[in-house]
């Protein structure tokens, strides 16, 4: 059974970083793209970044380009989202999601809350 | 960037009912890369459609998709009470990987 658990999440000040984390099993994680997908409070999904099966292409929003860094260590079978810059309007949960051969989102994590704020 | 655009905003239906979701796309989607996705407060998204109409494991059978090009449906043929709840669509085929604003389905 595929299985997604996001940590890392948190308070932080406007300015400050964050390094979310996405363990991953159930699956072969090494051979699937991933992704980040935030929901800010009250809002819809939002996209965030999305990284190849082997770390080489990455994609991120315009939102968070240059701030946001998406990684992952398939020694670990895990997937990371470095925040750095954070402002208060990133105040969101984040989940972590695999992408399915086809490219859909097909297994989501719970999520891991960010509060940006003073 | 593809902007999705959905209607309605709110659909008040009762159990029982027939629900049709509306998804317009700003520019063409190729249809392998449109999904549907569910979500409740507190929960993780689910997929339902993916390919515009192939539905995703586990999916029950009055959830269907259609369309292509630039308008999408998804269709909830009988509304069981666990399917009030808010739903996306998004295009996964070019980056930005967009999603829709959403349409929320509650009880009437």
């Known amino acids: 059974e595929v299985h997604l658990l996001e940590s890392g999440g948190g308070l932080v000040q406007p300015g400050g970083s964050l390094r979310l984390s996405c363990a991953a099993s159930?699956?072969?994680?090494?051979?699937?793209?991933m992704s980040w997908v935030r929901q800010a409070p009250g809002k819809g999904l939002e996209w965030v970044s999305s990284?190849?099966?082997?770390?080489?292409?990455?994609y991120s929003a315009d939102s968070v380009q240059g701030r946001f860094t998406i990684s992952r260590d398939s020694s670990r079978d895990t997937l990371f989202l470095q925040m750095n810059a954070l402002r208060a309007d990133d105040t969101a949960v984040y989940y972590c999601?695999?992408?399915?051969?086809?490219?859909?989102?097909?297994?989501w994590g719970q999520g891991t809350p960010v509060t940006v704020s003073s | 960037e593809i902007v999705l655009t959905q209607s309605p905003g709110t659909l008040s239906l009762s159990p029982g009912d027939r629900a049709t979701l509306s998804c317009r796309a700003s520019?063409?989607?190729?249809?392998?890369?449109l999904g549907w996705y569910q979500k409740k407060p507190g929960q993780a998204p689910r997929l339902l459609i993916y390919?515009?109409?192939s539905r995703a494991t586990g999916i029950p059978d009055r959830f269907s998709g259609s369309g292509s090009g630039t308008d999408f449906t998804l269709t909830i043929s009988r509304l069981e009470p666990e399917d009030f709840a808010v739903y996306y669509c998004?295009?996964?085929?070019?980056?930005?990987?967009?999603f829709g604003p959403g349409t929320k389905v509650d009880i009437k």
């Open positions: 999601a695999k992408r399915s051969n086809l490219g859909a989102f097909d297994y």
């Open positions: 990284l190849s099966y082997n770390g080489v292409t990455t």
């Open positions: 390919g515009a109409s």
């Open positions: 998004q295009q996964y085929g070019s980056s930005p990987f967009t």
């Open positions: 520019q063409s989607v190729s249809s392998s890369f």
């Open positions: 159930g699956f072969t994680f090494s051979s699937y793209s």
